[in-house]
């Protein structure tokens, strides 16, 4: 018997045929489960517990189908750098949606299952290494509490793959609330396929956001909704330092999840310009940039609607560019919101951007980490003996000091309710790397799993984590790949 409680749907293979390829995955030589998502397996109604080990690692390598499983490949396009591309599902397989308890949908989806209609000269695989950060991302995500796509198990397949080197290849089964990405529809318009397009955006409509359904402008109301939940999510994203490194179109999801963990990573010390990505020579998707990139993206989903908004194209225009013009003032107000929280505040006061820019601006001329500085905040024990004695720092704490004194908070309960706001620890990137070396190289996931059992508890300081909390080595330059 293998793995019980699937109720896999199909509702994506029943859209338009230009949408998708039916696929099939390869056979590979000798699959093994090296982790798996027990809790999330639990949260979406699997039970393992009749399966062997065997029967679970067919599964999550593609050999066995579970019941329902239609696998097919999504077909997009995108703008890779600011150059448009027609793309696809190059070594990724949907199996289907899995029914939740609470009438939703979510994804199944095997990444790393092998050649597609849409692989161009790739070989449809995936490395264990790449895979794994995936997971571990992934799940330190989620336990922030950023929306995000997540992990349910990742299968060594025991061939190798070939990048820059020969690597074990793997198989990740990754869970979303969908796979729509704006480069979806990019796909449907770059084709003028405008009536696909419209049962495109229904389904988004009714599958993402129902309260639109019977909305009399319904497509206003997607833009406006895809747009305030990016806001909101690249907000989230500047407020733990996370850089996600390849903001491309065919990485941004109707859902508003994160999603597609490549070249990521958690910033260290504070630096607007922190860029991780091996790819990314010139910084366009930086830390400091994600907002602005995240507009860029927004606008260009708008193109692809604009049929949709109003038969006559300037009037069309003029109804996007209104809603598009509303994303940095959104944008600010979450960040400006966030921020207060990070700080112990829990209302407004004109000076309170004044207040957190004079912050950064010290975190980045003292070369401060990041998600340190605010734990420290977060556990100092008395106001007039602050973390740190550096002559600017003091002038800020007098500041922040008497913000708090303003609000009539005392210190105690700020903090309190800071350290439920600001994590203890990130998947550093350092780490991430020393889990998966050790992982890849020497079959030993100990080190992944102790990592994992820290990062999926960020808030909690109940246990001594200093290991985790520390930065990088001096002089240790780290960057991340795509792994394609």
């Given at each position: 018997m293998s793995i019980t409680g699937w109720k896999l749907e199909n509702s994506y293979a029943k859209l338009p045929a230009i949408l998708f390829q039916s696929v099939t995955p390869e056979k590979v030589p000798s699959p093994k489960v090296?982790?798996?998502?027990?809790?999330?397996?639990?949260?979406?109604?699997?039970?393992?517990?009749?399966?062997?080990?065997?029967?679970?690692?067919?599964?999550?390598?593609?050999?066995?189908?579970?019941?329902?499983?239609?696998?097919?490949?999504?077909?997009?396009?995108?703008?890779?750098?600011?150059?448009?591309?027609?793309?696809?599902?190059?070594?990724?397989?949907?199996?289907?949606e899995q029914r939740m308890q609470a009438g939703n949908l979510l994804d199944v989806q095997l990444k790393g299952g092998g050649r597609t209609p849409f692989s161009r000269m790739g070989d449809g695989k995936a490395?264990?290494?790449?895979?794994?950060?995936?997971?571990?991302?992934?799940?330190?995500?989620?336990?922030?509490?950023?929306?995000t796509t997540r992990s349910l198990a990742v299968v060594a397949t025991g061939e190798s793959v070939y990048r820059e080197s020969r690597l074990p290849g793997a198989i990740l089964t990754r869970v979303a609330a969908s796979?729509?990405?704006?480069?979806?529809?990019?796909?449907?318009?770059?084709?003028?396929?405008?009536?696909?397009?419209?049962?495109?955006?229904?389904?988004?409509?009714?599958?993402?956001?129902?309260?639109l359904?019977?909305?009399?402008?319904?497509?206003?109301g997607l833009l406006k909704a895809v747009l305030d939940a990016q806001a909101a999510l690249v907000a989230q994203w500047q407020l733990v330092g996370f850089v996600h490194g390849v903001l491309n179109t065919d990485?941004?999801?109707?859902?508003?999840?994160?999603?597609d963990y490549g070249p990521c990573a958690f910033m260290d010390v504070y630096h607007p310009s922190t860029v991780f990505s091996s790819?990314?020579?010139?910084?366009?998707?930086?830390?400091?940039?994600?907002?602005?990139?995240?507009?860029?993206?927004?606008?260009?989903?708008?193109?692809t609607l604009l049929p949709l908004l109003d038969p006559n194209e300037q009037v069309a225009i003029a109804i996007a560019t209104?809603?598009?013009?509303?994303?940095?003032?959104?944008?600010?107000?979450?960040?400006?919101?966030?921020?207060?929280?990070?700080?112990?505040?829990?209302?407004?006061?004109?000076?309170?951007?004044?207040?957190?820019?004079?912050?950064?601006?010290?975190m980045q001329a003292a070369q401060a980490d990041f998600t340190n500085t605010f734990d420290d905040l977060s556990c100092c024990i008395e106001l007039d003996k602050p973390p740190y004695q550096d002559e600017e720092f003091l002038k800020w704490n007098k500041l922040w000091a008497g913000r708090l004194a303003i609000e009539g908070a005392n210190l105690a309960s700020a903090q309190a309710f800071m350290r439920s706001i600001n994590p203890c620890v990130i998947a550093r990137n350092h780490q991430v790397e020393k889990a998966l070396d050790a992982a890849t190289n020497d079959d030993?996931?100990?080190?992944?799993?102790?990592?994992?059992?820290?990062?999926?508890?960020?808030?909690?300081?109940?246990?001594?984590?200093?290991?985790?909390?520390?930065p990088p080595p001096p002089g240790g330059c780290y960057r991340t790949f795509c792994g394609t």
């Amino acid at each position: 018997m293998s793995i019980t409680g699937w109720k896999l749907e199909n509702s994506y293979a029943k859209l338009p045929a230009i949408l998708f390829q039916s696929v099939t995955p390869e056979k590979v030589p000798s699959p093994k489960v090296v982790i798996r998502n027990n809790s999330l397996a639990t949260a979406m109604g699997l039970d393992f517990s009749k399966a062997s080990d065997d029967e679970i690692s067919a599964v999550f390598a593609g050999q066995t189908l579970p019941s329902g499983a239609l696998p097919i490949a999504q077909a997009y396009a995108g703008h890779q750098y600011g150059g448009f591309a027609m793309l696809g599902d190059g070594r990724a397989i949907l199996l289907g949606e899995q029914r939740m308890q609470a009438g939703n949908l979510l994804d199944v989806q095997l990444k790393g299952g092998g050649r597609t209609p849409f692989s161009r000269m790739g070989d449809g695989k995936a490395a264990l290494g790449p895979m794994l950060r995936e997971y571990i991302i992934s799940e330190a995500m989620f336990a922030l509490g950023i929306p995000t796509t997540r992990s349910l198990a990742v299968v060594a397949t025991g061939e190798s793959v070939y990048r820059e080197s020969r690597l074990p290849g793997a198989i990740l089964t990754r869970v979303a609330a969908s796979h729509i990405r704006v480069g979806t529809f990019q796909y449907l318009s770059a084709r003028n396929e405008f009536e696909s397009l419209r049962v495109l955006a229904d389904y988004a409509i009714d599958r993402h956001y129902p309260h639109l359904t019977d909305a009399s402008e319904k497509y206003v109301g997607l833009l406006k909704a895809v747009l305030d939940a990016q806001a909101a999510l690249v907000a989230q994203w500047q407020l733990v330092g996370f850089v996600h490194g390849v903001l491309n179109t065919d990485n941004v999801s109707i859902a508003s999840e994160t999603i597609d963990y490549g070249p990521c990573a958690f910033m260290d010390v504070y630096h607007p310009s922190t860029v991780f990505s091996s790819i990314d020579r010139d910084g366009r998707y930086a830390y400091q940039n994600q907002p602005n990139i995240t507009l860029w993206n927004m606008a260009r989903f708008a193109e692809t609607l604009l049929p949709l908004l109003d038969p006559n194209e300037q009037v069309a225009i003029a109804i996007a560019t209104e809603v598009l013009n509303e994303f940095t003032p959104t944008f600010e107000r979450y960040w400006l919101s966030g921020m207060r929280k990070k700080l112990g505040l829990s209302t407004t006061d004109e000076s309170d951007q004044e207040l957190i820019q004079s912050l950064l601006a010290w975190m980045q001329a003292a070369q401060a980490d990041f998600t340190n500085t605010f734990d420290d905040l977060s556990c100092c024990i008395e106001l007039d003996k602050p973390p740190y004695q550096d002559e600017e720092f003091l002038k800020w704490n007098k500041l922040w000091a008497g913000r708090l004194a303003i609000e009539g908070a005392n210190l105690a309960s700020a903090q309190a309710f800071m350290r439920s706001i600001n994590p203890c620890v990130i998947a550093r990137n350092h780490q991430v790397e020393k889990a998966l070396d050790a992982a890849t190289n020497d079959d030993d996931f100990s080190v992944l799993h102790e990592l994992l059992s820290v990062v999926e508890k960020p808030f909690d300081r109940s246990s001594d984590v200093s290991a985790y909390q520390a930065p990088p080595p001096p002089g240790g330059c780290y960057r991340t790949f795509c792994g394609t």
